[in-house]
């Protein structure tokens, strides 16, 4: 135990002494950065409250399916929480030098994995934690708890977050296991089938829509916070995101021993969880880390590089600048494992979203301001889909030419020329991915509003990109090679508030607009779509100010010393 | 062909280079001397762009490299101390890589790199992964990526750090032989046996200010008055400054 509290205070030591190097850049940045995080704060505790409010006073949806509805959000989450963890893990525990150093020395390997994997569950959660206290405020602000019930409802997060990083480290030690097996391709797909394959069970089993249908049937008992756990999948009350909205939901009942029986399950699976971590990390984790070290080897002597269509060689249509950093940037990608397999999983939910967004109809709804609700809210998801690309795929991209960009500095190539190839790859993704649910989602409207869609989307999506270039380039790690811990940093935090702040902008102007359309679509009245493109002035203007300074930022940061 | 102007370089209330001064010729191998934190590193990345002056100016061909970064660049090759590839390419793509950055098509490059495997003794590995690459290696691609352009200037900060004693003595081979054909080399090392044996002429920093800037024959004569030692001379003379 000595030793892992002596590692652990050097860690921390250094920690403090890298997050508080000062300079007056320094104190601008963070300072920057504090106004918009505490913006941010009181933003999503308004937020929420603000949501409950509409949804349980003006929609009239009930404290269960208002639950409910909260469940499958927290699924979404708990499923990202564990994929995002298997990948943060490896590199965490199998790739860091810190590992590779500490293995060199007197120290139980159990010891090892169990300071990495602090250091896994910590890394980046103090954001978290931070917006979901906010959001956790405004919903006990709203129902009107007491302290007591407020601490008992972030008490309940804790195990529930333990919960999903567990599963993605025991998975990531029996995956390395299953790969001495049967070899990666066969356990990575098998591993993409089970995760997709599960997402899709349950979105099958418990689609939001079959939920509300099912308790429309007992209207007009569904607003007078009747219990309808009866009419729940059997699957889905073995959940730790029902448990916790089930919690939540006794809680404001003011029921503690119903909740308390939700939290103690939880709390146990958490521990359980833990438990069965520590034992096969103190069982495999040496193991895993030599396996590790084998497979990585056998697979770089089995490899022979294919002269794909992105070689050198080829001919190119470039500029031989241009043609180099792209070409290097790609190659950097697809040989990197955790990046393709990310994007293919991001390809195929994007897939899955675009398909699932054109086949919802709700054009016949008889309630125009619920229709605006919903077009509003798959706006305001598709912005926050294309926030989520940007973030992952674009923010990351200074800081991935890491140490070795000393190359690209030191030659003769313009900054701005490393900036447009840079960006030229993953932005015209996002671009057709933002312009594909646009014009899925929304041509039931009719032309006129798929037009007005795609153009918000197109100054969307730029400004997107823009914001996580920009602070991406501020906030430049050349050290981590890592994209998805570059993704979950504090700059990425930072980027994706911002981001956050600009789409609930964008869906504000829009909600007048919106309704007007509805409306005279419901009372067969003519509409001028004169409305629709006004708000375009202060998009544009706002998305070019945004545009112009996020260049400016990342154009800067690139002139930086290095 | 480069001169350093009232070069400075500041990190806060730190001068890690204190307006030094210097000339380096065409056609000579410049050795650029000093202890550890003397200034060295920081110098040349002035030079090759990658830090910016606090103040003074640097003049390659008379071109301030400040002013025009793309045309002064076009002239230098520089193979920095830590040979930091990008590891998921092969040797033969990052020198791909380097040469289209210096705008060169692809049948030169693919010469220059036939050119670079012969001379560098690379073509067992050139199509392997950087990643798997020894510090040797690296360094042996990064100082074939400098030459693939065919530099006026070359700028080398520690060009024998991680090399074996073959290796060592293929790049001194190399260096003498380029400025036997005109090219300038700027060589920043703390061996002072490379400098004594390819240099022509030297120059001592330490703690950011030139104590020392001759040709070789003048290290020579020095060293003669030390007892032919030439390690005791440098530690004098770098002593004689901190006193």
Known sequence: MNQIIHILKYKLLSYIRLESKFSISYLIKNTGSGLIYAAFTVGAFFFSKNLIRFLIQDIRLGLFLMHELVSIVLFIFFMSVVLGNIIVAYATLFKSNEVNYLITKPIQPTKIFFIKFLDNFFYSSSTLLMILFALLAGYAVYFELSIVSFVFLILNFIPFMLTAGCLGVIVLLILIRLVNIFGVTKVVSGMVIVYLGSIVLYFDSYSPLLLVQTMLKHYPYIDRDTYFSHLLPGFVQFLPNNWLSQSAFWIVKNDFTNSFKFFQIQFALSILLFVIALYLGHRWFFNAWLLNLKITSEFKLRRKEITTFFGFERKSFFRSQVESILKKDILMFVREPSQIIHFLILLLLTIIFISSVSGIKFVGIGNYNLQTIIYLSLTLFKLFFISTLSLRFIYPLISLEGQSFWKLKSSPVKTNTILKTKLVLFSSFILLAGFGLSVLSKTQFGIGLTIFSLIITMFASVTMIAINFGIGGLFANYKEKNAIRLSSSQGATLAFLLNIFYMLFITMLMFKPVSEFLLSRMIHFTFDFISFYKILIPVGVLSSLIIFFSFRLAYKSLQKDF | ?243
């Open chain 2, 1 to 243: 062909m480069l001169e350093l102007k009232e070069l400075e370089k500041k990190f806060g209330n730190f001068t890690a280079v204190n307006k030094i001064n210097l000339k380096v010729n065409k056609g000579q191998l410049f050795g650029f001397l000093g202890p550890n934190g003397a200034g060295k590193t920081t110098t040349i990345k002035m030079i090759c762009g990658l830090l910016s002056p606090s103040y003074g100016n640097i003049f390659l061909d008379g071109i301030d490299v400040w002013k025009n970064p793309i045309e002064s660049k076009m002239k230098i090759g520089y193979i920095p101390d830590q040979p930091f590839v990008y590891d998921k390419l092969t040797g033969r793509e990052y020198l791909y890589f380097s040469g289209g950055l210096f705008k060169l098509d692809k049948k030169t490059i693919k010469l220059k790199i036939e050119e670079q495997i012969e001379t560098l003794k690379i073509g067992n590995w050139i199509d392997k992964r950087t990643e798997e690459y020894s510090q040797g290696m690296k360094q042996r691609i990064v100082i074939a990526s400098a030459f693939i352009h065919n530099p006026e200037l070359i700028i080398v900060d520690e060009p024998m750090v991680g090399l074996d004693p073959q290796s060592a003595f293929l790049v001194k081979k190399i260096f003498k032989d380029k400025t036997a054909n005109g090219t300038t080399i700027f060589m920043s090392t703390h061996s002072l046996n490379v400098v004594e044996e390819i240099c022509t002429h030297v120059s001592i920093i330490n703690k950011g200010s030139i104590i020392l800037n001759d040709s070789i024959d003048t290290l020579h004569r020095l060293k003669v008055e030390k007892n032919n030692n030439l390690e005791e001379l440098f530690i004098q003379l770098t002593n004689e400054e901190d006193e």
